[in-house]
């Protein structure tokens, strides 16, 4: 009998695999069909990578349910992730899952599923980790991994952080590489409350750290307001791994009162908080931009393509985007968007990226899904969504 245990005892874990993951399969099934998705007009790679999370509350049973929605399922995210998203890994970005095709040995180590922490061009895949110190809690190094794509070497460096102790953490937020200089640019909370966001710069070829550069902070709030919230805003394309010029950034500082009211916080610096800084990567030189009144509520949605900004404006009957040109510091034309109607009124959710504008707004039967490019304003794709499961959804996020 002991012969034959070992064999029994496979066949029965072979079966409870197989057993799950069918179970999951059938889940997973079901959970397809919590949303329809459909194509109106465009084409679907224009939404290949597009996706929303939202919630609602389940018609018959009420329940709350977390939602991931792409054109290809839809995941209830409130359970565990199943079997066979483990297998089909469809919460990790396509371009990470691409590169762990392509360049499995290099990809194999990389336990950040942030895009932030990635760059790529032609000749190299840029990979930027950071070191904790579990007993303090606090970064206390970089690990710069670069892939050579042609000769297939990789070069690692490790390199320790100044001013490390006067930050709970860093956060890497952009990586960028010009002729051998590495740039990672990262913020770090203060000890404060506050937090900065400092560029540092490292040579490859030498292997060694050469500077940090305070580039933007929030004001210091007086410790006898402890109802705050400050952080540094990043515009640009959150999604891109791709060689950039400019970064643009914005410190805000919001104070709320005990009335659930917010103000932002006058350090009586004279500053503006209407001002952008847009930061030249290549000559490491910094400019504001004032922006006006009526699109400093958007600003934040902001972003960069080449030497370009756009700023999303809305008004009572229509929906646009406006253009500034960096280079030549002028302000261009409105670019509009035909959708608004009775059902949308101000409830939409809209996302500047990959030069294309997202905007998804509520109709009288569910929900619409317009991709425009950002230069022209030409729709390149109309979606539907309907759902007989939920009621109204409320939409968290669009990437």
Same mark, same amino acid.
């Given at each position: 009998?002991?012969?034959?245990?070992?064999?029994i =005892?496979?066949?029965?874990?072979?079966v409870i695999i197989?057993?799950?993951?069918?179970?999951q399969s059938s889940?997973?099934?079901?959970e397809?069909?919590?949303?329809?998705?459909?194509k109106?007009?465009? @084409?679907?790679?224009a939404?290949e990578?597009? /996706?929303?999370?939202?919630?609602?509350?389940?018609?018959?049973?009420?329940?709350?349910?977390n939602?991931?929605?792409?054109?290809?399922?839809?995941?209830?995210?409130?359970?565990?992730?199943? =079997?066979?998203?483990?297998l089909?890994?469809?919460?990790?970005h396509?371009?990470?899952l691409?590169?762990? /095709?392509?360049y499995?040995?290099?990809?194999?180590?990389?336990?950040s599923?942030n895009l932030?922490?990635?760059?790529e061009?032609?000749n190299?895949?840029?990979?930027?980790?950071?070191?904790?110190?579990?007993?303090?809690?606090?970064?206390?190094s970089f690990?710069i991994d670069?892939?050579?794509?042609k000769?297939?070497?990789?070069?690692?460096?490790q390199?320790?952080?100044?001013n490390?102790?006067?930050?709970d953490?860093l956060?890497?937020?952009?990586?960028?590489?010009i002729?051998?200089?590495a740039?990672?640019f990262?913020?770090?909370?203060?000890?404060?409350?506050?937090e900065?966001?400092?560029?540092?710069?490292?040579d #490859?070829?030498?292997?060694?750290?050469?500077? %940090?550069?305070?580039?933007l902070?929030?004001?210091?709030?007086? %410790?006898?307001i402890t109802n705050?919230?400050?952080?540094?805003?990043?515009?640009?394309d959150?999604?891109?791994v791709?060689?950039?010029?400019?970064l643009?950034?914005?410190?805000d500082?919001?104070?709320?009162? /005990?009335?659930?009211?917010t103000v932002?916080?006058?350090?009586?610096s004279?500053?503006d908080?209407?001002?952008?800084?847009?930061y030249?990567?290549?000559?490491?030189?910094s400019k504001s931009?004032?922006i006006?009144?009526?699109m400093?509520i958007? %600003?934040?949605?902001s972003?960069?393509v080449? %030497?370009?900004?756009?700023?999303?404006?809305?008004q009572e009957?229509e929906?646009?985007v406006i253009?500034y040109d960096?280079?030549k510091e002028?302000w261009?034309?409105?670019i509009?968007?035909?959708?608004?109607?009775e059902?949308?009124?101000?409830?939409?959710?809209y996302?500047?990226?990959?030069?294309k #504008? @997202?905007?998804?707004?509520?109709?009288?039967?569910g929900y619409?899904?317009?991709?425009?490019?950002?230069?022209?304003g030409?729709? =390149?794709?109309k979606?539907?969504?309907?759902?007989?499961?939920?009621?109204?959804l409320?939409?968290?996020?669009?990437?």
């Open positions: 009998m002991k012969r034959f245990g070992k064999t =005892l496979l066949c029965i874990v072979t197989i057993g799950t993951f069918y179970m889940i997973a099934a079901t397809n069909k919590l949303l329809e998705w459909k109106v007009s465009g @084409n679907e790679d939404v990578n597009i /996706e929303i999370l939202a919630g609602g509350y389940t018609k018959e049973t009420r329940e709350y349910h939602l991931q929605i792409t054109n290809k399922n839809t995941i209830n995210r409130n359970n565990t992730p199943s =079997l066979l998203e483990q089909s890994e469809s919460w990790i396509p371009i990470i691409e590169w762990r /095709e392509q499995n040995n290099f990809m194999r180590s990389k336990n599923i932030n922490h990635y760059y061009d032609d190299v895949l840029v990979y930027v980790g950071d070191i904790w110190d579990y007993q303090s809690r606090s970064n206390i690990n670069i892939l050579n794509k000769s297939e070497e990789v070069t690692s460096i390199l320790k952080l100044p490390k102790e006067s930050y953490f956060d890497v937020r952009e990586v960028q590489l002729n051998g200089i740039k990672v990262a913020s770090g909370q203060r000890k404060d409350g506050g900065d966001l400092t560029v540092y710069t490292f #490859i070829d030498e292997q060694e750290f050469m500077n %940090s550069e305070l580039l902070s929030t004001p210091i709030i007086p %410790s006898t705050f919230y400050a952080t540094i805003t990043m515009m640009n959150l999604k891109s791709e060689p950039q010029k400019y643009l950034m914005k410190a500082a919001t104070i709320y009162s /005990e009335n659930g009211e932002q916080y006058d350090d009586g004279g500053s908080p209407n001002e952008l800084v847009i030249n990567i290549e000559t490491n030189q931009l004032t006006p009144d009526e400093l958007s %600003s934040n949605s972003t960069i080449g %030497s370009t900004l756009f700023f999303p404006s809305q009957d929906f646009g253009m960096i280079e002028e261009g034309d409105k509009t968007f035909d959708f608004l109607n059902q949308t009124g101000y409830d939409i959710n996302k500047l990226i990959n030069g #504008i @997202n905007i998804f707004h509520p109709t009288t039967n619409a899904l317009y991709v425009s490019d950002l230069s022209s030409e729709l =390149l794709y979606g539907e969504l309907t759902s007989e499961k939920y009621d109204q409320g939409i968290q996020s669009l990437s």
